[in-house]
T-cell receptor, first 113, second 113 residues
Framework: GENVEQHPSTLSVQEGDSAVIKCTYSDSASNYFPWYKQELGKRPQLIIDIRSNVGEKKDQRIAVTLNKTAKHFSLHITETQPEDSAVYFC????????????FGAGTRLAVHP | EADIYQTPRYLVIGTGKKITLECSQTMGHDKMYWYQQDPGMELHLIHY???????EKGDLSSESTVSRIRTEHFPLTLESARPSHTSQYLCASKGVGGPGELFFGEGSRLTVL
């Protein structure tokens, strides 16, 4: 089955700096890669996703890149703000069947003013 | 309002008790999922359902069981709770079609004494 590894497990940055979180996946058939943000005490929410036919996607200060050959994808947050502090999860899924999302272990991001 | 609801939000019970965690969604989604979230963050898929009368076990072995008698309802049951079942349980749903956004409930935090 699919396995997703995520690094780093914790990340601390100064406000205004960039943050990068990296994930690798094992199943080359996976073709959907979302990122979820979970603030303390709240539910995970989708912030951006990318499909395997696209190499990069941007939405304001966040961007995701995908390298299918190497089977890894990354989340980039620029000009970080204190409200970006949260746990971020990457995930991978196959297009068929039950569309099971397999999550990485999570990255706890702290943005210091 | 279209959403996914979980009850109870918090539950503290003694060992050996039977418990049911309720999950209902008002979005008409066919796919529903249960994730177990460790105190250390990781999200593990324990059950999923494609539709009414369809249930499958996820990648993490769990002693819990689920049922899907109605589209909107996906309860999780533990016949005899143990301290090792202490965790947060997150229910999620997704609409028709290929991979896409998972909508999570707010979670049920279970503590077994």
């Amino acid at each position: 089955g699919e396995n997703v590894e995520q690094h780093p497990s914790t990340l601390s940055v100064q406000e205004g700096d960039s943050a990068v979180i990296k994930c690798t996946y094992s199943d080359s058939a996976s073709n959907y890669f979302p990122w979820y943000k979970q603030e303390l005490g709240k539910r995970p929410q989708l912030i951006i996703d990318i499909r395997s036919n696209v190499g990069e996607k941007k939405d304001q200060r966040i961007a995701v890149t995908l390298n299918k050959t190497a089977k890894h994808f990354s989340l980039h947050i620029t000009e970080t703000q204190p409200e970006d502090s949260a746990v971020y999860f990457c995930a991978a899924a196959l297009s068929g069947g039950y569309n099971k999302l397999i999550f990485g272990a999570g990255t706890r991001l702290a943005v210091h003013p | 309002e279209a959403d996914i609801y979980q009850t109870p939000r918090y539950l503290v019970i003694g060992t050996g008790k039977k418990i049911t965690l309720e999950c209902s969604q008002t979005m008409g989604h066919d796919k529903m999922y249960w994730y177990q979230q460790d105190p250390g963050m990781e999200l593990h898929l324990i059950h999923y359902s494609y539709g009414v009368n369809s249930t499958e076990k996820g990648d993490l072995s769990s002693e819990s069981t689920v049922s899907r008698i109605r589209t909107e309802h996906f309860p999780l049951t533990l016949e005899s709770a143990r301290p090792s079942h202490t965790s947060q349980y997150l229910c999620a749903s997704k609409g028709v079609g290929g991979p896409g956004e998972l909508f999570f409930g707010e979670g049920s935090r279970l503590t077994v004494l």
